[in-house]
């Protein structure tokens, strides 16, 4: 005989207790074949084997109860209703047949009352007799259950203080010698000594960078070292342009002040207006040049840094007084230094009255000549007036 698996329904030996495909426990729903018993004796004739409804059991439908017959008329056995199938999952072991008992007549049986309608619940079937005495189901095995650890229990224990040993010095814990942080608040007990500060040129980039191993330390220092000496070639062979530019600053920041020539010389002069009196301070005076290419020369003691140069031309400052004498519109500087050399320098004078300045910054000057090249209002026989000419050194 074999039985089904009520979990994956495979067929297994009836002395199996696990599920051969999925390993499932047989034992919770197996049934012994209930041993067939005789009939009990009563006057409605018996009914065949086929007819008697199915065993009960775990995965038998529900029966309802009997009705009581009329007690004048014994009433027959309705027609058994078909029996509901069970699933193929749960195989019930079929029952043996009983011996067919002797025939006996039989009444009309009343018409039986129509059995109810259950949704989604098998039909119902016919009372069935008593069913005889089931034997008890065996003892069998079961699977043993998964035992619980207990849980540890934690028990206070007393911290074991320190009776010697070197204080903290934050909380004043006592600490075993050999630490390093305290047990109680994990201050440093050891902290290292205060390091030196740094030199204020280690706190100015490219300084104030930390070196590791293999940061390129040599990479930066070549570097450095070689625009340190680039910078040494260039000023050593810009010299010349590098004091310019010093020097030029240095007049532009500086201050200024006026200087007197030792004495004063002119190429050429109309009578009644020598050439010092270009250089006495007022501007009613003038030295008066006969022509274009006359020139004043002034020469001075000690050499020094001219700053620039100012003059006044025409007869005098006044509008009306001005356009009435000739006045210069174009000149030439000729300054010479200490070391013979002459610096030339075009100038371009406008043809209205009051001060023009320009500058020149040369250094180590002892003379200045100042040379008319073009003039205007020349009509007439009048003299080329040059009012006032001053010369300015630095501070």
Known sequence: MTRSCPACGAANEEDEDFCGSCGTYLGWSSRRARTAAPAPEV????????????????DAPPVPSPRPAPAPTPVAAPTPAPVAEEPPSRATPEPEPAPD????????????????????APAPVRPARPEP????????????????????????????????????????ALNRPGRKFCGRCATPLHPGEQAEPLPWWRTRWPFDRKVRAGSGRLVRGSVLALLIVGLLIAGFL??????????????????????????VTASAATAGHPAKLATDGVTNTYW?????????????????????????????????????????TQADLRIRTKDGKIHEKAW????????????????????????????????????????????????
């Open 348 to 395: 371009s004078l406008t043809d209205k009255p009051g001060e023009q300045t320009v500058r020149t910054g040369i250094s180590d000057v002892v003379s200045i000549e100042f040379v008319v090249r073009e003039a205007a209002g020349q009509g007439g026989g009048r003299p080329i007036a040059l009012g006032e000419i001053e010369y300015f050194k630095r501070t």
């Open 238 to 263: 810009l010299v010349p342009a590098g004091r310019y530019v010093i020097e030029d600053v240095r007049d532009k920041l500086g201050d200024t002040g006026e200087i007197s020539p030792t004495g």
């Open 101 to 120: 008992p002797e025939p006996a007549p039989t009444p009309v049986p009343p018409p039986a009352p129509p059995a109810p309608v259950r949704p989604a």
């Open 133 to 172: 005495p089931v034997e008890a189901e065996p003892v069998v095995a079961v699977q043993p259950g998964v035992p619980i650890a207990q849980r540890p229990v934690v028990r206070p224990v007393a911290a074991q203080e320190e009776t010697n040993g070197f204080p903290c010095p934050s909380c004043g």
């Open 43 to 58: 006057d409605a004739p018996a009914r065949p084997a086929e007819e008697t409804g199915p065993p009960e059991g775990d």
């Open 288 to 328: 008066g040049a006969p022509k274009a290419g006359a020139s004043l020369t002034a020469e001075f003691e000690k050499p020094f840094r001219l700053v620039g140069v100012t003059v006044h031309t025409g007869v005098s400052t006044k509008p009306e007084a001005f356009q009435k004498g000739a006045r210069p």
